[in-house]
């Protein structure tokens, strides 16, 4: 995994939970005190955070830290549902080319 990988995953789950919990940005920067800028350029993976930043955080948001780095772990059930569907839906596609391709 790539470190901006990586960052992208830090970034999309403090924002899945920032707003799960109902926060602005500016809240959650100011609970976890750090500027606005600097929350939002880690949710846009402009920035890294130290790991006291990130128990900070993971302390606000009310998980523990190593849920932030994991890519699926905070996806509700219906995203997971919908992702799930659209996996099939590219199989079966990819599979009928293939089909196709071999019959000629």
């Given at each position: 995994m790539e470190e901006q990988e990586l960052r992208g995953i830090l970034g999309n789950n403090i924002k899945r939970c920032r707003l799960k919990i109902n926060l602005s940005q500016m809240s959650l920067a100011e609970k976890v005190d750090i500027s606005t800028n600097f929350l939002s350029d880690i949710e846009r993976c402009k920035a890294w955070i130290s790991p006291?930043?990130?128990?900070?955080?993971?302390?606000?948001?009310?998980i523990e830290p190593y849920e932030l780095f994991k890519a699926d772990a905070l996806l509700s059930d219906t995203d997971k549902s919908i992702l799930q569907h659209y996996a099939d839906e590219n199989i079966k596609a990819v599979l009928s080319v293939m089909n196709q391709i071999r019959e000629n």
């Amino acid at each position: 995994m790539e470190e901006q990988e990586l960052r992208g995953i830090l970034g999309n789950n403090i924002k899945r939970c920032r707003l799960k919990i109902n926060l602005s940005q500016m809240s959650l920067a100011e609970k976890v005190d750090i500027s606005t800028n600097f929350l939002s350029d880690i949710e846009r993976c402009k920035a890294w955070i130290s790991p006291k930043t990130l128990v900070k955080l993971a302390a606000v948001l009310n998980i523990e830290p190593y849920e932030l780095f994991k890519a699926d772990a905070l996806l509700s059930d219906t995203d997971k549902s919908i992702l799930q569907h659209y996996a099939d839906e590219n199989i079966k596609a990819v599979l009928s080319v293939m089909n196709q391709i071999r019959e000629n």
